[in-house]
T-cell receptor, first 116, second 112 residues
Framework: AQKITQTQPGMFVQEKEAVTLDCTYDTSDQSYGLFWYKQPSSGEMIFLIYQGSYDEQNATEGRYSLNFQKARKSANLVISASQLGDSAMYFCAMRVAFGGRRALTFGSGTRLQVQP | EPEVTQTPSHQVTQMGQEVILRCVPISNHLYFYWYRQILGQKVEFLVS????????KSEIFDDQFSVERPDGSNFTLKIRSTKLEDSAMYFC??????????FGDGTRLSIL
């Protein structure tokens, strides 16, 4: 069974600074996808970025990038130039292609607070 | 941009009553999901649905739960006899092949 671990329950960052949110995963499947979602206080789940296990380049989407280290089984989210609106819960999730659970398995989340 | 829509946004129900949560997935998507999030906890998978049948379900998805796609657009989650511990935010999600799941805004279910 796959597992996602987010070891940082809460993080603080100054506005305009970069922040890294940690995510490690465990799976025996060779083909999988890693996702990050943002959940503001209003409760909705917003897709941010995706990394496939066979992608050689780290994924980037605007101010979001994913630091994918396959050998270490980590998929950290980097947010550059933090904004006040980035304050939210951030969830790392995984989906495997074969066997296991093909729906998303989520980590416990990291609450990010951006300070002015 | 197309969205997953969920209704109602908040449902308050007496314990033991049946409740139906409704979702309209994005129109060309083929895979549908229900997740729940108990307050302050992680998002948990309930069930996935493809080609008009359940493709996978978690241990949470017991006989009290059922899903249906009654027409070409709606996807519903029914809880037959609600318990206090069913209080949670319920998210519907959908995706196309090899694409990320897109989530609705959720239905907050409160069981009294």
């Amino acid at each position: 069974a796959q597992k996602i671990t987010q070891t940082q329950p809460g993080m603080f960052v100054q506005e305009k600074e970069a922040v890294t949110l940690d995510c490690t995963y465990d799976t025996s499947d060779q083909s999988y996808g890693l996702f990050w979602y943002k959940q503001p206080s209003s409760g909705e789940m917003i897709f941010l970025i995706y990394q496939g296990s066979y992608d050689e380049q780290n994924a980037t989407e605007g101010r979001y990038s994913l630091n994918f280290q396959k050998a270490r089984k980590s998929a950290n989210l980097v947010i550059s130039a933090s904004q006040l609106g980035d304050s939210a819960m951030y969830f790392c999730a995984m989906r495997v292609a074969f066997g296991g659970r093909r729906a998303l398995t989520f980590g416990s989340g990291t609450r990010l607070q951006v300070q002015p | 941009e197309p969205e997953v829509t969920q209704t109602p946004s908040h449902q308050v129900t007496q314990m033991g009553q049946e409740v139906i949560l409704r979702c309209v997935p994005i129109s060309n998507h083929l895979y549908f999901y229900w997740y729940r999030q108990i307050l302050g906890q992680k998002v948990e998978f309930l069930v996935s649905f493809y080609n008009n049948e359940i493709s996978e379900k978690s241990e949470i998805f017991d006989d009290q739960f059922s899903v249906e796609r009654p027409d070409g657009s709606n996807f519903t989650l029914k809880i037959r006899s609600t318990k206090l511990e069913d209080s949670a935010m319920y998210f519907c999600a959908s995706r196309d092949s090899n694409q990320p799941q897109h989530f609705g805004d959720g239905t907050r279910l409160s069981i009294l």
